[in-house]
């Protein structure tokens, strides 16, 4: 099954977004951008197997494999500049999505935005994909983004749990990839009440990606503002996608988003 959903408000798609999401997310936290952004920014969101409309899938367990697959789902899309647009765990698939797409095409996005996403050389804690249920509950309630009644919901977390750690386990499995920087800006998206996500560390990791430019822009909120404040992050990734074409999409919509 394709892996991307598509969403758009015109047939004059200037730009895709195209956004990964999270761990134990799914391409339906992305619904609403499209009614948020211009209409010349179509937005595209992966859905990985065993995530949401695809949860009668197998989760993935080979990166290699899965990232074969998206890029082989994205060629459509490349006729356009395409921004990377990745929350967490999704940022990381970014990167290795761009340097796949680089080696088998020779492209490369328009600009990344990584957002409350560790940097894609630092690795994760190896105990995290063995953790207990408890322990991984525990992971949830820091992310934030999940209310304390769902947590405490046996069959919510027998839903949620085995996504999440079968996410956590594909990105502890990641070997390191010793590549070049990509040739796009990258900008880095950071929560002030973040307590997952070490600032500092994640600002110089993620200007290590690049040698096109980089940028750190902190908003407020923990792990899940680009979903709690959603329209103050939209209004920075539209000024970031457009300053990736040199202000061709405001030129061409005469108007910010909404």
């Given at each position: 099954m394709?892996a991307?959903?598509?969403?758009c408000r015109s047939d004059?798609?200037?730009?895709?977004?195209?956004?990964l999401?999270p761990g134990g997310?799914?391409a339906?936290q992305?619904?609403?951008?499209?009614?948020?952004l211009?209409p010349?920014?179509g937005?595209?969101?992966v859905?990985?197997p065993?995530?949401?409309?695809r949860s009668d899938?197998?989760?993935?367990t080979?990166?290699?494999?899965?990232?074969d697959?998206l890029?082989a789902?994205?060629?459509?899309l490349?006729?356009?500049?395409?921004?990377?647009?990745?929350?967490?765990?999704?940022a990381?698939?970014?990167?290795?999505?761009a340097?796949k797409?680089?080696?088998?095409?020779?492209w490369?996005?328009?600009a990344?935005?990584?957002a409350?996403?560790e940097?894609?050389?630092?690795?994760?804690?190896?105990?995290?994909?063995?953790?207990?249920?408890?322990?991984?509950?525990?992971?949830?309630?820091?992310?934030g983004g999940?209310?304390?009644?769902?947590?405490?919901?046996?069959?919510?977390?027998?839903?949620?749990?085995?996504?999440?750690?079968?996410d956590?386990?594909?990105?502890?499995?990641r070997a390191?990839?010793?590549?070049?920087?990509?040739?796009?800006?990258?900008?880095?998206?950071l929560?002030?009440?973040?307590?997952?996500?070490?600032?500092?560390?994640?600002a110089?990791?993620?200007?290590?990606?690049?040698?096109?430019g980089?940028t750190?822009r902190?908003?407020?909120?923990g792990?899940?503002f680009?979903?709690?404040?959603?329209?103050?992050?939209?209004?920075?990734?539209?000024?970031?996608?457009?300053?990736a074409v040199?202000?061709r999409?405001?030129?061409?919509?005469?108007?910010?988003?909404?």
């Amino acid at each position: 099954m394709n892996a991307l959903r598509l969403w758009c408000r015109s047939d004059e798609v200037r730009m895709w977004v195209l956004c990964l999401p999270p761990g134990g997310g799914s391409a339906q936290q992305f619904r609403s951008w499209s009614d948020r952004l211009p209409p010349i920014l179509g937005v595209a969101a992966v859905e990985l197997p065993g995530h949401g409309s695809r949860s009668d899938e197998p989760a993935p367990t080979d990166l290699d494999a899965l990232l074969d697959e998206l890029a082989a789902d994205v060629v459509p899309l490349l006729g356009r500049p395409v921004m990377l647009f990745g929350h967490s765990m999704g940022a990381v698939l970014a990167v290795d999505l761009a340097r796949k797409l680089r080696a088998a095409r020779g492209w490369r996005p328009a600009a990344l935005a990584a957002a409350a996403s560790e940097p894609p050389d630092r690795p994760l804690p190896a105990g995290l994909c063995t953790a207990s249920d408890e322990e991984l509950t525990g992971l949830l309630h820091a992310w934030g983004g999940t209310s304390g009644e769902l947590l405490a919901d046996r069959r919510y977390l027998a839903e949620v749990l085995p996504v999440v750690r079968a996410d956590l386990a594909l990105m502890t499995g990641r070997a390191h990839r010793d590549e070049a920087p990509l040739d796009c800006p990258v900008h880095t998206y950071l929560g002030e009440d973040d307590t997952t996500v070490d600032a500092k560390e994640a600002a110089e990791g993620w200007a290590r990606q690049t040698r096109a430019g980089h940028t750190v822009r902190t908003f407020p909120g923990g792990h899940f503002f680009p979903h709690e404040l959603q329209e103050q992050m939209l209004t920075a990734l539209v000024e970031d996608a457009d300053a990736a074409v040199d202000g061709r999409l405001r030129a061409a919509e005469g108007v910010t988003h909404g």
